[in-house]
């Protein structure tokens, strides 16, 4: 189904804005925290929250139409996170670190900032994100 700009650009900040609120509420210095890294010490919360908002990511990246291999990398990394989550006690501390839900709405939002003809490089600069040390994303500074 075809989407308009308008469309486009409401799913790009709906997903962006599930992607920083998950994993970068607050920074401290080279670290940041969400609400999921915060839900990932309640037993059973946090997984719940992740796979709602990484669900809430891929649906809405299908629904503007980001390629499936985008989609495939963006669920990959989204599902080591809610794995990782399961160890006792590490599992929080790796939700804490691991900021799977900013990297998988990054590549959708990059995605469909492509598709909206946006020069990719000139968008994450005016908006204010740098290259991630992960090929999987981009992060905010």
């Known amino acids: 189904m075809y989407r308009t700009d308008a469309e486009l650009r409401t799913i790009r900040d709906q997903v962006s804005l599930v992607g920083r609120l998950s994993d970068s509420i607050v920074r401290i210095g080279p670290f940041s925290l969400g609400i999921d890294g915060v839900l990932s010490w ?7 929250y992740s796979l709602g ?18 989609l495939a990398q963006a669920a990959f990394v989204l599902g080591i996170r809610v794995f990782g989550d399961a160890i006792p006690l590490a599992g929080p501390v790796f939700a804490d670190v691991f900021t799977a839900h900013k990297w998988a709405a990054n590549m959708v939002v990059r995605s469909i900032d492509q598709r909206l003809g946006e020069p990719v490089r000139e968008a994450r600069q005016a908006r204010g994100w740098s290259r991630s040390p992960f090929a999987t994303g981009l992060r905010s500074r």
């Open 53 to 70: 908002a990484g669900a809430f990511i891929l649906v809405q990246g299908a629904r503007a139409g980001v390629p499936a291999s985008v």
């Open 42 to 48: 309640i037993p059973g919360v946090g997984e719940i």
